[in-house]
């Protein structure tokens, strides 16, 4: 028995693969590799041969074999001089297949084997073979690339395919490297000098393929050079720089930043900006600045950003900031989502579009409403966001405002945001075409001693005056005034008004006027209106001040405001550049005592035209051809406790904090000097009186302003406060520019028949001079825009007086 099976068991040895070949022959797929012996295929005819690999024809049926119906391609691969391995690589049993397949593995196979010694064996070819299937256009040098072969790549069979493409995408071997994330073989073949500037048949390039893998392998692809197609698009419109935010790679993102790609380019090439954007600096000097979360979505790093220094960095670097992400959206989009309203402020004040819609037709300011984000609507609301815009839904914000707070409605209804029309559904008492809900009124403030009544007979009596004074429609056209009082960062309320006054007069606020006054701030705001600075550019200005020179303590740096008037005015630029309107800034003459009044000015001053001899010991100012103007601006804003003194000037505000009766005095006194040198025809005197205020500060409750000798220890505490609160008067009363400062100067106009127009909001709150806070400093815009919006009617009648004719 042990010996039969012995016999048996010897015999079935040498068949081996033939009998386990014939039994799994119904199971065994077609493509799956098998091990054979090379003198099965003795008796069989070859039908196509390529080096070692054979495509044998059927077997023929004979009386003492089992014929086999299909055709074979196999593989001879000799391994010794008398020992030849032997795989089945494919079996079918039509003629057109076996051709095919034979004719992908010819040319390939046999090649890559010799090189890859490796790989000739049953998993190996399987794996050979399975790729092919699929890549039916590879060369052995893509092969190589899949299987991270390193060796391999010093054969110059293989090197002579390196920037070959596929037929299937145009796919190179380097770009097959970079999609299986092996790090060694893409820097092999970078060191091979693979072209890093093919393109596949759908546009896409090495940092395409890259953007999706590993901030290694994309610095190895773009070290020691800048490629042409870094920032390429492919014929879906995406750059590297959008494939790495689809694939939610930030750290790709910031490797292709790094590298130099070109942040400005949209995703679909529609309203691309015009200069190209590079913050590798940036980032390498900030690494760890931008939100990643926010990179999936795409857009520019303005869209990752999470604070204004990097918002101001990012634009210094010329960052597109209307630029939009894969949703639509502008950076202020999301940063009005992400309620970071230091970032919304600072994209503001840089000018970025407001009135844009995503993808949804919603403006940033339906996001603020929708998310009730108070203040930031706001802010969109006073650098002027369309407060009936509607979204691809219909609805406006004040519609949206339903599900929000009713303080929210109000600040909309406040600033003149109109209710839905008939026929919008969905409507609630506070946007309904015939609701009366407006929202909740804030608690009222305590002002100042009412005078309305007062102030319409002066102004009734003006009018009668200059009835008497003027024919019918013999108005004058000249001689209109603008005065702007001093108030530090309160400057914003100056151009917040002249913003809404420019919006009824439909002109530049330039050109409404011939005579402009300021005092500090409200000098540095005349000087840039004088200059053909937009009221927007004007506004911008403020906050790069507040950002830029109020660092530190006080007393800031002078400096750093220098620079600023500089690169706003020019370092060469002279008062006398200024050709209209007269120009009159004022400022303190502190190198005597008493001290004096100044008044910077871009025309020649009433003594010179009179030819009055200079008596004094102290050296005149320079004459406007002389006198810089960013110097003036730095003389009239030499707030003591804020800045230092500029060479003998302090701020104007310390002698005329509103200087409206000062312009008043001075045009007087230059209409005078001209008639009497028979130069009537160049006198302007004045016709009209604007007076623009920083803001009416609440009426608060002022305790223990007396100072007197202590006897007690009690009462050296009231001394003290006394004397702190005392100090704080003294101040105030130097520097007023509301009260009867102002009743003096529109008696005086009153009197002479001069209309006069006084505005000057309310505030909620007394606003430091140097306040940095965006959510206080917009609150306060936001009671400017209101405060204008409920004088619509006096705007309107200043129109009428200024533009006619």
């Given at each position: 028995?042990?010996?039969?099976?012995?016999?048996?068991?010897?015999?079935?040895?040498?068949?081996?693969?033939?009998?386990?070949?014939?039994?799994?022959?119904?199971?065994?797929?077609?493509?799956?590799?098998?091990?054979?012996?090379?003198?099965?295929?003795?008796?069989?005819?070859?039908?196509?041969?390529?080096?070692?690999?054979?495509?044998?024809?059927?077997?023929?049926?004979?009386?003492?074999?089992?014929?086999?119906?299909?055709?074979?391609?196999?593989?001879?691969?000799?391994?010794?001089?008398?020992?030849?391995?032997?795989?089945?690589?494919?079996?079918?049993?039509?003629?057109?297949?076996?051709?095919?397949?034979?004719?992908?593995?010819?040319?390939?196979?046999?090649?890559?084997?010799?090189?890859?010694?490796?790989?000739?064996?049953?998993?190996?070819?399987?794996?050979?073979?399975?790729?092919?299937?699929?890549?039916?256009?590879?060369?052995?040098?893509?092969?190589?690339?899949?299987?991270?072969?390193?060796?391999?790549?010093d054969n110059a069979k293989i090197n002579c395919f390196l920037n070959s493409s596929d037929n299937e995408k145009g796919m190179s071997p380097l770009q097959v490297a970079i999609t299986?994330?092996?790090?060694?073989?893409?820097?092999?073949?970078?060191?091979?000098?693979?072209?890093?500037?093919?393109?596949?048949?759908?546009?896409?390039?090495?940092?395409?393929?890259?953007?999706?893998?590993?901030?290694?392998?994309?610095?190895?692809?773009?070290?020691?050079?800048?490629?042409?197609?870094?920032?390429?698009?492919?014929?879906?419109?995406?750059?590297?720089?959008?494939?790495?935010?689809?694939?939610?790679?930030?750290?790709?993102?910031?490797?292709?930043?790094?590298?130099?790609?070109?942040?400005?380019?949209?995703?679909?090439?529609?309203?691309?900006?015009?200069?190209?954007?590079?913050?590798?600096?940036?980032?390498?000097?900030?690494?760890?600045?931008?939100?990643?979360?926010?990179?999936?979505?795409?857009?520019?790093?303005?869209?990752?950003?999470?604070?204004?220094?990097?918002?101001?960095?990012?634009?210094?670097?010329?960052?597109?900031?209307?630029?939009?992400?894969?949703?639509?959206?502008?950076?202020?989009?999301?940063?009005?989502?992400?309620?970071?309203?230091?970032?919304?402020?600072?994209?503001?004040?840089?000018?970025?579009?407001?009135?844009?819609?995503?993808?949804?037709?919603?403006?940033?300011?339906?996001?603020?409403?929708?998310?009730?984000?108070?203040?930031?609507?706001?802010?969109?609301?006073?650098?002027?966001?369309?407060?009936?815009?509607?979204?691809?839904?219909?609805?406006?914000?004040?519609?949206?405002?339903?599900?929000?707070?009713?303080?929210?409605?109000?600040?909309?209804?406040?600033?003149?945001?109109?209710?839905?029309?008939?026929?919008?559904?969905?409507?609630?008492?506070?946007?309904?075409?015939?609701?009366?809900?407006?929202?909740?009124?804030?608690?009222?403030?305590?002002?100042?001693?009412?005078?309305?009544?007062?102030?319409?007979?002066?102004?009734?009596?003006?009018?009668?005056?200059?009835?008497?004074?003027?024919?019918?429609?013999?108005?004058?056209?000249?001689?209109?005034?603008?005065?702007?009082?001093?108030?530090?960062?309160?400057?914003?309320?100056?151009?917040?008004?002249?913003?809404?006054?420019?919006?009824?007069?439909?002109?530049?606020?330039?050109?409404?006027?011939?005579?402009?006054?300021?005092?500090?701030?409200?000098?540095?705001?005349?000087?840039?209106?004088?200059?053909?600075?937009?009221?927007?550019?004007?506004?911008?200005?403020?906050?790069?001040?507040?950002?830029?020179?109020?660092?530190?303590?006080?007393?800031?740096?002078?400096?750093?405001?220098?620079?600023?008037?500089?690169?706003?005015?020019?370092?060469?630029?002279?008062?006398?550049?200024?050709?209209?309107?007269?120009?009159?800034?004022?400022?303190?003459?502190?190198?005597?005592?008493?001290?004096?009044?100044?008044?910077?000015?871009?025309?020649?001053?009433?003594?010179?035209?009179?030819?009055?001899?200079?008596?004094?010991?102290?050296?005149?100012?320079?004459?406007?051809?002389?006198?810089?103007?960013?110097?003036?601006?730095?003389?009239?804003?030499?707030?003591?406790?804020?800045?230092?003194?500029?060479?003998?000037?302090?701020?104007?505000?310390?002698?005329?904090?509103?200087?409206?009766?000062?312009?008043?005095?001075?045009?007087?006194?230059?209409?005078?000097?001209?008639?009497?040198?028979?130069?009537?025809?160049?006198?302007?005197?004045?016709?009209?009186?604007?007076?623009?205020?920083?803001?009416?500060?609440?009426?608060?409750?002022?305790?223990?302003?007396?100072?007197?000798?202590?006897?007690?220890?009690?009462?050296?505490?009231?001394?003290?406060?006394?004397?702190?609160?005392?100090?704080?008067?003294?101040?105030?009363?130097?520097?007023?520019?509301?009260?009867?400062?102002?009743?003096?100067?529109?008696?005086?106009?009153?009197?002479?028949?001069?209309?006069?127009?006084?505005?000057?909001?309310?505030?909620?709150?007394?606003?430091?001079?140097?306040?940095?806070?965006?959510?206080?400093?917009?609150?306060?815009?936001?009671?400017?825009?209101?405060?204008?919006?409920?004088?619509?009617?006096?705007?309107?009648?200043?129109?009428?007086?200024?533009?006619?004719?």
């Amino acid at each position: 028995m042990d010996n039969f099976l012995c016999t048996l068991i010897m015999g079935l040895v040498p068949a081996k693969h033939i009998v386990l070949r014939s039994f799994l022959n119904t199971d065994v797929p077609s493509n799956k590799v098998l091990e054979t012996r090379s003198d099965t295929f003795a008796v069989r005819e070859i039908f196509m041969r390529e080096d070692g690999l054979v495509l044998y024809k059927p077997q023929k049926k004979t009386n003492n074999s089992t014929s086999r119906e299909n055709y074979e391609i196999v593989l001879h691969r000799p391994t010794t001089e008398t020992l030849i391995q032997t795989f089945s690589l494919v079996r079918t049993n039509t003629l057109d297949e076996a051709k095919a397949k034979f004719t992908i593995l010819h040319d390939k196979l046999p090649v890559f084997v010799e090189i890859a010694k490796e790989m000739c064996n049953v998993n190996g070819l399987q794996k050979i073979c399975d790729v092919l299937s699929e890549h039916q256009s590879w060369t052995v040098a893509h092969l190589a690339a899949y299987f991270a072969l390193y060796d391999s790549f010093d054969n110059a069979k293989i090197n002579c395919f390196l920037n070959s493409s596929d037929n299937e995408k145009g796919m190179s071997p380097l770009q097959v490297a970079i999609t299986t994330h092996n790090l060694k073989t893409v820097q092999i073949l970078v060191a091979a000098n693979c072209s890093l500037e093919h393109l596949d048949w759908d546009g896409n390039s090495v940092f395409h393929y890259a953007a999706s893998t590993t901030k290694e392998i994309i610095a190895v692809l773009t070290q020691g050079c800048h490629p042409k197609c870094l920032s390429s698009r492919n014929q879906n419109g995406y750059t590297p720089l959008h494939m790495a935010c689809l694939a939610d790679k930030p750290e790709c993102v910031k490797a292709l930043l790094i590298a130099g790609a070109d942040v400005n380019k949209t995703a679909t090439g529609d309203g691309d900006y015009s200069e190209p954007g590079y913050v590798q600096n940036f980032l390498l000097d900030h690494p760890n600045t931008l939100y990643q979360n926010d990179m999936k979505h795409g857009g520019t790093p303005l869209h990752w950003a999470n604070s204004r220094q990097v918002i101001d960095a990012l634009l210094d670097v010329n960052c597109n900031i209307n630029a939009v992400n894969f949703e639509h959206k502008t950076a202020l989009h999301v940063m009005v989502e992400r309620n970071r309203l230091n970032c919304v402020v600072a994209l503001l004040s840089r000018q970025a579009k407001i009135n844009l819609p995503d993808k949804n037709g919603n403006h940033p300011i339906h996001l603020a409403v929708t998310c009730g984000f108070v203040n930031i609507l706001q802010a969109l609301i006073v650098f002027g966001a369309d407060l009936d815009a509607l979204n691809y839904a219909g609805e406006s914000p004040r519609h949206l405002a339903k599900n929000q707070s009713s303080k929210l409605l109000y600040y909309l209804h406040a600033v003149g945001a109109k209710r839905c029309p008939p026929g919008v559904a969905e409507c609630h008492e506070g946007c309904s075409h015939d609701g009366t809900f407006d929202g909740i009124i804030p608690a009222k403030v305590i002002g100042p001693t009412n005078r309305d009544t007062l102030n319409q007979m002066l102004a009734v009596a003006g009018m009668e005056v200059a009835a008497k004074k003027y024919k019918k429609n013999d108005f004058p056209k000249k001689g209109r005034l603008l005065c702007l009082d001093g108030g530090g960062i309160r400057g914003l309320v100056l151009v917040q008004m002249l913003l809404e006054l420019e919006t009824v007069f439909q002109t530049p606020i330039n050109l409404c006027f011939d005579w402009l006054a300021g005092t500090s701030t409200g000098g540095i705001l005349a000087l840039g209106i004088a200059s053909g600075k937009s009221m927007k550019e004007c506004q911008s200005l403020y906050f790069r001040l507040k950002e830029q020179t109020f660092i530190g303590s006080r007393p800031y740096c002078s400096e750093n405001l220098e620079n600023v008037m500089k690169e706003t005015f020019g370092s060469e630029t002279v008062m006398s550049d200024i050709k209209h309107p007269k120009v009159m800034i004022t400022g303190l003459l502190a190198d005597r005592k008493p001290a004096e009044l100044h008044l910077f000015r871009n025309y020649t001053s009433a003594n010179d035209i009179l030819g009055v001899k200079h008596d004094s010991p102290y050296e005149l100012p320079p004459p406007p051809q002389q006198q810089y103007m960013w110097q003036v601006a730095r003389a009239t804003g030499a707030a003591p406790t804020y800045y230092r003194m500029f060479q003998r000037y302090l701020d104007g505000g310390l002698i005329a904090n509103n200087p409206t009766l000062d312009a008043l005095t001075e045009i007087q006194e230059h209409c005078l000097a001209l008639k009497a040198m028979n130069r009537d025809d160049e006198a302007c005197p004045v016709s009209v009186v604007v007076s623009l205020g920083t803001g009416v500060i609440p009426v608060t409750e002022l305790k223990a302003v007396d100072v007197y000798r202590p006897e007690s220890i009690w009462d050296t505490t009231k001394v003290f406060f006394g004397l702190q609160n005392l100090g704080t008067l003294l101040v105030d009363q130097a520097t007023a520019s509301d009260g009867r400062v102002v009743d003096r100067g529109r008696a005086w106009c009153s009197s002479v028949g001069i209309p006069y127009f006084r505005f000057s909001p309310q505030m909620s709150l007394e606003v430091a001079m140097d306040e940095k806070s965006d959510d206080i400093l917009c609150n306060m815009l936001w009671e400017t825009k209101a405060y204008m919006h409920s004088n619509m009617g006096l705007m309107r009648e200043l129109a009428d007086l200024l533009l006619r004719g």
